[in-house]
């Protein structure tokens, strides 16, 4: 076990404490931080000479999985934060001493969605535009954002998205932009760029990342840990955490079920159809994680042996991933229902639980029927939807 998870389990009961203190909060509390930085989550991605730990991305995953069955926008925070210096590490190596020289323990906040637009000037590009969904970004003093190159006449170039990076002090948090039902706790606020000035060096090709092979290209082609492709490397942070909440629903469900009696005198752990219940959801949630890890694994042998990864390969990991987050969501969904109206309570960890998987949700990584369709059209030798990132 990596001794970041084992700092991590060994104050799991921090991390759960602070639950509903960061729903209250609307991001996570300073403790909750102070915890995910102090353990070195994430810097378990980062490289060695940044005062990293390049580590075995499956016990990263573990360990992002181990803090959201406690704390679901903690692990939530963990998993998409932490995949960040994953992508920085790939960068010019300027970037990634700007954002590490002085503190290795500096955090980096996304979006990748290409809202941005990109004007090309000397040296660089103008950058404009407001992102939602900026998980953790207030304990972020950089941020890596999507956008569009765009032309003389304002449209954006073909093939022209590109991710681009920035200190805290070239974008602004709306703070007033997080007001959810569902992972309050993240602090998935919205930023707001007018006109910032990006260097080049600070601007990414993403395409370059997408099988594996632009550790080569950088110098990192020595490290297994950067052969790894990017997008099933993210959307295994968002995978991740959302199979950790559906084990965090399903222990308070096993917790609740102990002493609970029905409205009808039955024992809850004496009835048949809540025992079947039971049965059903842990045989579907512990298939979900087991999936989950034999497809981080796996990757993670082809890494180690420099091997890049094809398209089918990489959407056989996305096909997977939808179908894991759907399983489990279907799991939790099905426990709340027959958990009994004291759930309903604010203050009862199950129902934050199922507000957050419901969250989870609706995250675009967790959108299963574009990445079925691309699937499928890949298998029959038909182009996929430029759209659909795997």
């Known amino acids: 076990m990596h001794e970041v998870r084992e700092r991590i389990l060994a104050r799991a009961d921090e991390i759960a404490a602070e639950a509903e203190a960061n729903d209250e909060l609307g991001r996570l509390t300073d403790t909750t931080a102070e915890v995910l930085r102090s353990s070195g989550v994430i810097r378990m991605l980062q490289p060695v ?3 990293g730990y390049e580590a075995d991305p499956v016990e990263f995953f ?3 999985r181990d803090i959201g069955v406690r704390s679901a926008s903690a692990g939530w925070v963990a998993g998409v934060v932490g995949v960040h210096a994953f992508e920085i590490a790939q960068m010019d190596a300027l970037v990634q001493k700007e954002i590490w020289s002085e503190d290795p323990d500096t955090w980096i906040a996304s979006p990748y969605a290409p809202i941005g637009r990109a004007v090309p000037v000397e040296g660089g590009y ?6 939602p969904f900026s998980s953790g970004t207030d304990h972020c003093q950089w941020i890596v954002l999507g956008g569009m190159i765009v032309g003389e006449d304002g449209k954006p170039l073909p093939n022209g998205v590109r991710h681009f990076v920035l200190p805290r002090s070239d974008y602004e948090i709306q703070h007033d932009s997080w007001d959810v039902v569902g992972l309050r706790g993240t602090g998935s606020k919205d930023v707001l760029i007018e006109g910032a000035f990006v260097p080049a060096h600070r601007v990414l090709d993403p ?5 594996g092979g632009l550790a080569d290209q950088v110098g990192r082609g020595d490290s297994p840990l950067y052969r790894m492709p990017f997008h099933p490397m993210f959307t295994a942070g968002i995978t991740t955490a959302t199979v950790a909440m559906a084990q965090g629903a399903l222990a308070a469900f096993v917790d609740a079920m102990r002493g609970r009696v029905t409205a009808r005198g039955v024992k809850t752990a004496n009835d048949p159809h809540q025992l079947a219940v039971l049965g059903r959801a842990i045989a579907d949630i512990e298939a979900s994680e087991v999936q989950l890890f034999a497809d981080i694994e796996r990757m993670w042998e082809q890494a180690q042996r420099g091997e890049r990864f094809t398209p089918e390969q990489r959407l056989l990991v996305r096909r997977n991933q939808v179908r894991i987050t759907r399983r489990a969501i279907d799991a939790v969904d099905e426990l709340f229902l027959h958990a009994g109206g004291a759930v309903l309570r604010r203050g009862n960890p199950m129902q934050r639980f199922w507000r957050d998987i419901r969250a989870a949700a609706n995250h675009a990584s967790n959108v299963a029927d ?7 059209l890949n298998m029959f030798d038909k182009p996929t939807p430029p759209s659909v990132l795997y």
């Not at 103008?126 to 992102?131: A, E, I, K, P």
């Not at 395409?207 to 099988?211: L, Q, S």
């Not at 574009?370 to 499928?376: C, L, R, V």
Request: glycine share 12%; charged share 20%; no cysteine.
């Open 62 to 64: 573990r360990t992002v």
């Open 370 to 376: 574009p990445i079925y369709q691309a699937y499928g």
């Open 49 to 51: 000479e940044h005062g």
């Open 207 to 211: 395409v370059a990342m997408e099988d």
């Open 126 to 131: 103008q950058f404009s535009g407001r992102w």
